[in-house]
């Protein structure tokens, strides 16, 4: 007898293939051509019954591809409710598995997730430690911990354990994204929507040709709506998209600096979190000493160790004055001012006379004259000094206008380099230099002065600003790269992954902020395209054959009671695999499936639980029957419905 391996190298799924049948007719007919003649129409029928075979498994794979590219990227994977609610409760979790130093409560939330990996106790309990309690740098270090790469480097191909981590990535910080997009993309002067004002018409009666030849208006009234909802236009976005090549945006993909931003963002939480508000405190002397001399001495080191402070501000800011000591009234200290002199000002002093006080002559100053200001005369509002001005220089200051009525100065203001128009004087009236106005081309000038102070000045050339675009001509996913791009440096998980521009919930809030909601039409061809890929789905097989060993005649004369050890070992082998084979067609067909949601991109829960209860997004949550059992008739059936 064969051992275990030998036996497995020859499992087959429904014994030796066959050829096809034009195939084997195609054969047959070349053997016998001397028997009888080729017939060229059964070669032709046979030639375009292979080529049709073959077209077919073209076209089957040209729609496998469509449908993994419309899902997003090729790591993304929808998660069910139950997988999100387990995600919320990862991070308690955490917590009390970092307080005993078991991890059992971690690996039972990363089952529930749907991870079939066996991770080692010292890998999982480092994941912890470095995470800083935070689900998403946890998630991100187990995932290089198992992988021995980072999640934002890119891998040609995911299996179910690598996508699952991927996604659970995304869900942890989906709602965050969202906020910190809406405050990217958020105009804080909405303008406001200009309405198109309707011509009323006349309701009065015109009776020029007759009371009863007149035409009559009346207006419609109706105490109820027209039933038609106006589509509101989304507001102005107040972000100007950059450009920006593809390399320079997998670079800021791949910079791996925002784990430290998030991991200090958690510490100051965990501050915030736990607070200790029993405040250390050193009772008074008061209370350890009951002598009242000792407690009269601390109230004067008490006193002492005030300071003192001004009871009132200065009337002037020009006084001066020395600060001769200190006294105590009412309990707190108090300044002794001596020579108090005021400094002269800007200000003309009112001198109020001299006054005889004490034997001493004091002058009285009764307040202070301003300096006269200098008035600019300018012309009131109803002033017409243009009117005086020549026709040709006004003709020439219009059509040198900008659209906003602005005048193109050139940088010539207060730099009068030429003179084109002549103030009135004594020597002649006012007149205008009509050759300089009509022969100058002043944009030319313009660059050449703008050179030529570019060349005598020192300063270095400013640097351009980055080259910005509308939001109209780019598509939905190049529109999300310029918005994750300006989120790489902020402590969000998305930004950060491969392809995250390729996410379709993320791509639909975006079309959402820049064309507003979907219209009648956009809905009905959604609808056709959905209604096509469904039919494309429901002709794929994602069923998994069972394995079965052909033993060969001696093999199963020798076979006798002694082997079924060995026959038991490879039923169990069989089994294991096309359960784990089915299980994860099953998970493949559920992510196709999720693509072709076009409605509900960002779905409630009532629509999550109905989908992923015939569509399982975990291995758990699958149930199927046993190929190798002896019943015809299973008695559970699946708990998903069959396609």
């Known amino acids: 007898m064969c051992n275990v391996q030998k036996f497995l190298s020859k499992k087959t799924i429904y014994g030796p293939r066959k050829e096809p049948v034009w195939v084997y007719l195609e054969k047959e007919m070349k053997q016998n051509i001397d028997k009888k003649p ?102 991100w270090n187990l995932y290089k911990a198992i992988y021995k790469t980072f999640p934002s480097e890119g891998r040609a191909s995911y299996d179910m354990n690598a996508m699952i981590l991927m996604s659970s990535m995304v869900f942890i910080d989906l709602e965050e994204c969202i906020q910190k997009l809406e405050k990217l993309t958020d105009i804080k002067n909405i303008p406001p929507a200009k309405s198109k004002k309707k011509q009323r018409r006349n309701f009065q009666p015109d009776v020029r040709y007759g009371e009863y030849l007149q035409r009559c208006y009346v207006p419609f009234y109706s105490n109820h709506g027209s039933g038609q909802k106006k589509m509101k236009k989304p507001p102005p976005l107040g972000y100007k998209f950059r450009l920006r090549s593809q390399e320079s945006y997998e670079t800021l993909c791949r910079n791996n600096d925002f784990l430290l931003k998030r991991k200090e963002r958690n510490k100051k939480e965990k501050q915030a979190e736990r607070i200790c508000k029993y405040k250390f405190w050193e009772p008074p002397s008061t209370l350890r000493n009951t002598d009242p001399k000792m407690a009269a001495y601390v109230n004067k080191l008490k006193m002492i160790k005030q300071k003192a402070k001004p009871k009132h501000k200065a009337p002037y800011p020009n006084s001066q004055f020395e600060v001769g000591g200190v006294a105590f009234t009412g309990g707190s200290p108090h300044y002794l001012l001596t020579s108090i002199s005021l400094l002269p000002t800007g200000y003309i002093l009112i001198n109020g006379g001299i006054a005889l006080a004490n034997g001493e002559y004091v002058t009285c100053i009764q307040g202070f004259w301003k300096f006269p200001k200098e008035v600019k005369e300018e012309c009131d509002e109803a002033c017409n000094c243009a009117i005086k001005w020549e026709a040709d220089v006004m003709s020439y200051l219009a059509n040198t206008k900008c659209k906003c009525g602005h005048l193109y100065d050139f940088y010539h203001e207060e730099k009068l380099i030429e003179k084109y128009f002549h ?193 399982p997004g975990r291995m758990k949550d699958t149930f199927l029957i046993n190929p190798y059992s002896s019943e015809r008739t299973p008695k559970y059936g699946a708990k998903t419905c069959p396609l």
């Open 38 to 139: 080729y017939n060229e129409k059964v070669g032709a029928w046979l030639k375009f019954l292979r080529d049709l075979h073959y077209y077919f498994y073209r076209e089957s794979k040209r729609k496998l591809r469509q449908l993994n590219k419309e899902v997003g990227p090729s790591w993304y994977f929808e998660l069910s409710t139950d997988q999100r609610i387990v995600l919320d409760e990862l991070k308690v979790n955490i917590h009390q598995d970092l307080l005993e130093d078991l991890p059992n409560r971690t690996r039972k939330s990363l089952a529930d997730l749907g991870l079939t990996l066996k991770i080692p106790k010292n890998v999982l309990m480092q994941a912890m430690k470095d995470s800083v309690e935070d689900t998403g740098v946890f998630i």
């Open 423 to 615: 103030p009135p004087s004594k020597h002649g009236p006012f007149w205008v230099d009509q050759a300089k106005i009509y022969q100058f081309d002043n944009l030319e000038e313009f660059v050449k002065q703008t050179v030529n102070e570019a060349m005598l000045s020192g300063d270095p050339t400013p640097k351009p600003s980055l080259p910005t675009i509308s939001a109209s001509g780019l598509s939905t996913k190049d529109l999300l790269a310029a918005l994750l791009a300006d989120l790489s440096d902020t402590p969000l998980l998305i930004p950060h992954l491969p392809q995250a521009n390729l996410l379709k919930n993320l791509q639909e809030w975006v079309r959402l902020r820049v064309n507003g909601k979907i219209s009648p039409r956009e809905s009905k061809l959604l609808n056709l395209h959905s209604l096509r890929r469904w039919l494309d789905l429901k002709h794929m097989d994602f069923r998994a054959r069972a394995y079965m060993i052909p033993f060969s005649l001696k093999e199963l004369k020798l076979m006798n009671w002694s082997h079924r050890h060995l026959i038991q070992k490879l039923f169990e082998i069989l089994l294991n695999d096309f359960v784990t084979r089915n299980r994860l067609r099953q998970l493949e067909q559920t992510r196709l499936w999720w693509s072709t949601t076009k409605y509900d991109v960002y779905p409630s829960k009532a629509f999550l639980d109905i989908f992923f209860t015939y569509m």
